[in-house]
């Protein structure tokens, strides 16, 4: 998502929600002033200087204004100026945010989040077997794509919605353009980023700090991890060769709770490299023992996963 500051238009995963002139910032341009807000200026009747460095007059007017509002909140008063939109209801402010989003360059919406999520579920399918429904005739292979990507790619993103709105935030899937067109590039020339969407997230109720980004980032692994763990424990207890329960037929060879353990590991892994926008990065900016933890978990389900099923997906899909 772009920065809405004039002249800036940095690229941010996560933007700061102004609840006074309802723009969306990065960092650097989150605060009122930063980003020279037409309402908190309309409100006060102080213009901001034309210039970006501050003149001494608009220093030592801040500074007072800023004293000033420091003792009406001692005393429990209200600030100088009030948030216009503090009497809209909550799911007024989501539309508006979701509006915003869906306008937002590189973003691309059909409508409703469901449409969105089904969308990104059926391109991450065809990636891994659309080739072995037509060119194969292996609709087996098909199926079990889905399979994979419904027990891994879904739980994931819902976690991190899920955590990002009881954190306070709004959070919504919404495809992105350029990542639907690293995924094609994936399902044409067979390597590549399979991305087509991202759960976007809008401080709603207040700015997310390290701890907040952490915990939401976390939360994609953290829900693989759960799923690959049972799913391993299910796969031993079900495997051909020495299960108590031994599956037969098509789910047997491979073992399909083996193989749903061997996705979920290798996803959350993929997602914990401490790079670029990856779950990674957040969570070891915020606590580097709970990013060794969940790699190491996620690690401990991969290795004994591919002990019992070297093969992966070969002959599958």
Same mark, same amino acid.
């Given at each position: 998502?772009?920065? +809405?500051?004039?002249?800036?238009?940095?690229?941010?995963?996560?933007?700061?929600?102004?609840?006074?002139?309802?723009?969306?910032?990065?960092?650097?341009?989150?605060?009122?002033?930063?980003?020279?807000?037409?309402?908190?200026?309309?409100?006060? /009747?102080?213009?901001?200087?034309?210039?970006?460095?501050? !003149?001494? +007059? +608009?220093?030592?007017?801040? =500074?007072?204004?800023?004293?000033?509002?420091?003792? /009406?909140?001692?005393?429990?008063?209200?600030?100088?100026?009030?948030?216009?939109?503090?009497?809209?209801?909550? +799911?007024?402010?989501?539309?508006?945010?979701? /509006?915003?989003?869906?306008?937002?360059?590189?973003?691309?919406?059909?409508?409703?989040?469901?449409?969105?999520?089904?969308?990104?579920? !059926?391109?991450?399918?065809?990636?891994?077997?659309?080739?072995?429904?037509?060119?194969?005739?292996?609709?087996?292979?098909?199926?079990?794509?889905?399979?994979?990507?419904?027990?891994?790619?879904?739980?994931?993103? =819902?976690?991190?919605?899920?955590?990002?709105?009881?954190?306070?935030?709004?959070?919504?899937?919404?495809?992105?353009?350029?990542?639907?067109?690293? !995924?094609?590039?994936?399902?044409?020339?067979?390597?590549?980023?399979?991305?087509?969407?991202?759960?976007?997230?809008?401080?709603?109720?207040?700015?997310?700090?390290?701890?907040?980004?952490?915990?939401?980032?976390?939360?994609?692994?953290?829900?693989?991890?759960?799923?690959?763990?049972?799913?391993?424990?299910?796969?031993?207890?079900?495997?051909?060769?020495?299960?108590?329960?031994?599956?037969?037929?098509?789910? $047997? !060879?491979?073992?399909?709770?083996?193989?749903? $353990?061997?996705?979920?590991?290798?996803?959350?892994?993929?997602?914990?490299?401490?790079?670029?926008?990856?779950?990674?990065?957040?969570?070891?900016?915020?606590?580097?023992?709970?990013?060794?933890?969940?790699?190491?978990?996620?690690?401990?389900?991969?290795?004994?996963?591919?002990?019992?099923?070297?093969?992966?997906?070969?002959?599958?899909?």
């Amino acid at each position: 998502m772009r920065c +809405e500051y004039p002249n800036c238009g940095a690229q941010e995963d996560i933007l700061f929600y102004c609840r006074y002139c309802r723009g969306s910032f990065c960092l650097k341009h989150r605060d009122p002033e930063a980003h020279r807000c037409p309402a908190v200026e309309k409100q006060t /009747q102080q213009p901001y200087a034309a210039t970006g460095t501050p !003149t001494n +007059e +608009e220093v030592i007017r801040q =500074m007072a204004q800023n004293a000033m509002k420091m003792a /009406q909140q001692a005393m429990g008063q209200q600030p100088q100026y009030q948030d216009p939109y503090a009497q809209a209801d909550e +799911e007024t402010r989501r539309k508006l945010i979701e /509006q915003r989003l869906k306008k937002s360059r590189g973003l691309l919406s059909f409508g409703s989040e469901l449409v969105d999520i089904l969308i990104g579920f !059926t391109l991450i399918v065809l990636v891994f077997g659309f080739s072995q429904l037509i060119f194969n005739n292996n609709w087996w292979g098909f199926l079990i794509s889905a399979i994979l990507v419904a027990t891994a790619f879904l739980p994931h993103e =819902m976690a991190h919605k899920v955590v990002a709105q009881r954190r306070g935030q709004f959070a919504r899937y919404i495809l992105w353009t350029r990542g639907i067109i690293y !995924t094609l590039f994936t399902l044409i020339f067979r390597i590549g980023l399979i991305v087509p969407g991202f759960v976007a997230i809008v401080p709603l109720s207040k700015q997310m700090d390290k701890k907040d980004l952490g915990m939401v980032a976390l939360a994609g692994p953290a829900i693989n991890a759960v799923i690959g763990a049972i799913s391993l424990i299910l796969g031993l207890l079900t495997h051909a060769s020495f299960g108590i329960l031994p599956l037969t037929g098509i789910f $047997a !060879t491979p073992n399909i709770f083996i193989l749903v $353990a061997q996705f979920n590991g290798l996803i959350a892994l993929f997602n914990c490299i401490p790079v670029w926008q990856l779950d990674g990065a957040k969570i070891l900016k915020w606590d580097w023992k709970v990013f060794a933890a969940i790699v190491a978990i996620n690690v401990a389900i991969v290795v004994p996963s591919f002990i019992f099923n070297p093969d992966f997906l070969a002959g599958v899909i």
